[in-house]
């Protein structure tokens, strides 16, 4: 049996000016053929799932191109028309196929697609006919059509964010397919899209609201017939008509099982709207928290837990001797990489300094700061401007003072369970500064979000040793460095990201929808709309 696999992964922050051109998935991830094996196959990402489930069911996985950048703005039409055109080629060449997986990441925008993730879909099904079983795997965080599921036949989200599952989901929707492929089973799909958004701050599914409504998921999973379900907590930063949550639920050959399944979770969600829509503190709020709470050092043996299965992080549990050690770790929500921001907000390092808060660490994407530490070298003092360069959203420049202490490749590679299951990384060229104010900040040449502590470790960095961590992200982050902290504060930030969405003007979006605007839902029952 020959399964081909390929896809474009990108989340796409329409609000972004930063455009996601071909360079830039060049830049991070174009790769081809065996390139794909020796980049995923150890890895955690979705990829690596498909050839774990082609190693032990027996079946050819025939690797043709993927493509990924991070979240940045959206995708011009000569990026999508040169990978897909590429990619859809290989598809078309390469035939025929028993199945195709496809790893995308679910809420992609291009200048000629809003929906691009089910444009994808739908040319690989023109490709390979109707009959032959197309999967694909999503980001949790998707922003899914019925497009997209009138094209697939079994479409499988993530069911963590922070992403810690992302290797065994892909396994799952490989399984899907290759039964399908075999005529073992005979998937049918529903997606049910209640007018609700989740704000940003939360989509944790290691706290409630969010992790109940992923127990609903797995519970609706054990019903009779049910053979997947998800749910997908949407990307608010994508203005296109499918914005908000959604539910699947695939069956064998059976949709009223299947409807019933997706009506039953979304009926769930939606009785829980007001909770998946509450405010986080503010800048000033959250840094006079951590000035409070902060302690010292953790203790060596609380230092290194992380979770060696796909479960979703806990909030952090420690007995009341210790229940505020190690760092306090601020998540800087409008800065948020992993959802397409800047890299390089200001605003709390501002603050920081104005409130005098001593031993911060923080990352602010800067090539030109990082280009003047290289010219001046290793020990240099340093008095410049950092930071609040890329437009005029995330805060103005901020002048520090400061040793160049380091500087590296910026390549490094992470083992430990992060966010989306990557391994290999490249933030570009990279500077530790320690300012005379008492602060670390890296400096990099590329945006890189803080998913990994081997992005500080690499360069000689131990963020244990601080007492303010700023994480630019709101999920992404946790696996990292929630192992280390004594407190993680969520932090209302201005940005491109920031969880005031009313601040953000959409053109696309249905209307009503939750919390914009009040809004009416009953599940009823639509088998008529199938």
Known sequence: MRIATLGISHETNTFSRVPAEYEKFVEVELLRGAEIIARHGDSNYTIAGYLEAARELDFDLVPLMFARTGPIGTITKDAYDRLSGEMLGMLRDQGPWDAVLIANHGAAVSEEFPDMDAEFARAIREIVGPDIPVGITLDMPSNISRDLIAHTTACVVWRTNPHLDTRIRGRKTAELIYDAALGKTKPVQWIETPPVLVNIVRQFTGEETMKGLVDDAIAANERPGILDTSVAEGYPYADVAEMGMSFIAIADDDLVAAGEAARWMAARAWDQRVELNVPVPSILDALTTAEDLYVGPKPEGMMNFVPEDGSALSAPVADSEHSHLGPIVLMDVGDNIGAGSSADSTFILAQAKQMGVKGML??????????????????????????????????????VTGQVRAISDGDFEETRPIHGGYRYFSAGTCIRLDTTDDHTILL??????????????????????????????????????????????????????????????YERRRIPLYPFEDAAYDPGSRLGDY
């Open 362 to 399: 923080l990352s602010l994407y800067d090539p030109e700061a990082v280009e003047a530490c290289v010219a001046a070298g290793v020990g240099a003092e340093m008095t410049f401007e950092v930071g609040g360069k890329t437009d005029d959203m995330h805060g103005e420049p901020v002048l």
């Open 444 to 505: 990099t040449g590329r945006r890189s979000g803080n998913t990994s502590r081997e992005q500080m470790y690499h360069i000689g960095i131990w963020p244990e040793n601080y007492r303010v961590i700023v994480a630019k992200g709101v999920v992404s982050p946790r696996p990292a460095y929630q192992p280390i902290a004594a407190e993680v504060i969520l932090v209302n930030t201005p940005g491109v990201t920031t969880a005031d969405l009313e601040n953000f003007t």
